[in-house]
């Protein structure tokens, strides 16, 4: 599976990729992108079969991406890794076709949750 | 007068920040933390969405390297050694970032207007008229002494308008 990670945060994408590998999936392939509109441009390039993504980004928010994805007709599963997750953010993410929204700081046992679901 | 914006507590520093470091962190009040114009440390501004200020994290250099360290898992020792070189280099303040964008979720409530983090500044090092507002004059403020399991103590303080 191709995956594209999503952060302004070299450390988070760092992290995220770290925490598939604790979860045994290291033979992903994981392509990065510092914001959305990077996203966006590797979206289209990448193909990725799943977007983890941050909301709060320079450039473009992660909603404003997964909405301009939406709109040039992408279906690729996309989930959140945010802070932002209150009610209004989260009803915002999933209206826009997000599957998942988890809270950073975010566990190996959340992201396993997140994507069991996303499989079922 | 209350101030507008809520001021995390001790445990609910210990808590998240346990959540992140995924090791145990003792938090526990102390007294205002002052850093002089050459000290090491960082300042996070938080904004609301019309780019208001609401909230500052003042962090000393211990606490942003240690806790940096701590999260992407740099040897204690490594860490030491980057705290006793004297300055933060940029993968340091960009690891402090992360840290400081993940304590802006004790910083929102439903009741009070929505805040995210617009900067992180690397001290010493000018700070915007904003941001030095804040620090010179909060509505309130809470200090914090932190022990990272396996890592040692830093301070932090949080400031609220």
């Known amino acids: 599976m191709k995956i594209l990670v999503v952060d302004d945060s070299k450390a988070m994408r760092m992290i995220v990729i770290r925490t598939f590998r604790q979860l045994g999936q290291a033979e992903h392939e994981f392509v990065e992108a510092e914001d959305g509109a990077d996203g966006l441009a590797k979206l289209r390039s990448e193909q990725p079969d799943l977007v983890i993504s941050d909301w709060n980004m320079p450039e473009m928010t992660g909603i404003e991406l997964l909405e301009a994805a939406r709109a040039e007709g992408a279906t690729t599963t996309f989930g959140f890794i945010t802070t932002e997750t209150s009610t209004e953010f989260r009803e915002r993410a999933i209206a826009a076709g997000a599957a998942f929204m988890l809270a950073k700081p975010f566990d190996a046992v959340a992201l396993s949750e997140a994507l069991g679901a996303v499989a079922a | ?161």
Do not use: W
């Open chain 2, 1 to 161: 007068m209350p101030a507008h914006y809520p001021v995390p507590i001790q445990e609910d520093i210990r808590d998240l920040l346990g959540d992140l470091l995924a090791r145990g962190v003792a938090v526990d009040k102390t007294t205002a933390l002052v850093l002089d114009d050459d000290a090491v440390g960082v300042v996070a501004s938080y904004v609301t969405a019309e780019d208001e200020v609401g909230a500052l994290c003042v962090c000393d250099g211990r606490f942003a390297v240690l806790a940096g360290a701590a999260l992407v898992l740099v040897p204690p020792n490594v860490a030491r050694e980057q705290i006793d070189a004297g300055e933060l280099d940029d993968t340091q303040v960009e690891i402090a970032h992360e840290v400081a964008n993940i304590l802006s979720r004790l910083l929102n409530t439903p009741r009070t207007p929505h805040l995210r983090l617009r900067t992180l500044h690397r001290l010493p090092g000018e700070l915007p008229p904003d941001v030095r507002g804040l620090l010179d004059r909060p509505e309130f403020r809470r200090d914090f002494v932190t022990a990272i399991d396996g890592y040692g103590e830093g301070r932090m303080s949080i400031l609220v308008a």
